[in-house]
């Protein structure tokens, strides 16, 4: 698993006006290419009555599916623009459709590729960009006269608590970048004098902007 990567916060859409032709561009988080195609269907049905709608998307670890569809504009004027955008800002999982409404000028091959690419850069920038980080679940377990003290600790540190569960003694759970878990490890053990429960929990991805 990669440690971390870069993907769309959300669902995005943009639009713009280029020498009379609309272009809207949108879009989506999307983790398998079943998932991009749908999202493609569903923009052409939105509209059907567009000139085109080119579309490309990018999925997987190691980025192995990669599409790109002109829909009728000349050959690598749109779908490869788009395409490159997602690569140009390393998002994974992402997938971009951007619909043109035609406007009676004619763009030639350097003003449509400008155009897709414009647009999809809008779009994205509507969708947010976020950053998932490979973290590991920590569950620390102390005595009630250590929970002050080390609660205080934590929040002063890039460590993340998630939650505090108040039992016979105190359980906190606690998110660390995956592979800096010895450190944390020696890091509570240091903190409580060794009078600290340290168990290894589920491994996840969580989202910082």
């Not at 790109?68 to 004027?77: F, I, K, R």
């Not at 998110?175 to 450190?183: A, F, K, M």
Request: glycine share 8%; proline share 1%.
């Amino acid at each position: 698993m990669l440690n971390s990567y870069l993907t769309v916060k959300r669902d995005g859409s943009d639009e713009i006006t280029i020498q009379k032709s609309r272009f809207i561009g949108y879009v989506r988080r999307v983790e398998t290419e079943a998932e991009a195609q749908a999202f493609i269907q569903e923009i052409k049905r939105k509209h059907r009555d567009a000139t085109h709608n080119c579309s490309a998307y990018m999925i997987g670890e190691h980025d192995q599916i990669q599409k790109a569809n002109d829909d009728g504009e000349p050959n690598g004027t749109a779908g490869v623009p788009i395409l490159e955008v997602l690569k140009m800002k390393k998002l994974k999982d992402t997938a971009v459709v951007v619909t043109r409404y035609f406007g009676g000028i004619k763009l030639g091959a350097g003003g449509l590729i400008r155009a897709y690419s414009s647009t999809t850069s809008h779009a994205i920038s509507a969708a947010g960009i976020v950053k998932r980080q490979l973290m590991q679940e920590m569950n620390v377990t102390v005595g009630y006269s250590l929970l002050g003290k080390l609660e205080n600790e934590i929040r002063n540190t890039d460590y993340l608590l998630d939650r505090i569960d108040y039992l016979e003694k105190v359980s906190l759970t606690i998110y660390v970048e995956s592979g800096t878990e010895d450190t944390f490890q020696s890091w509570i053990i240091n903190l409580t004098s060794d009078h600290a429960e340290i168990k290894i929990g589920d491994v996840r991805y969580m989202e910082q902007d």
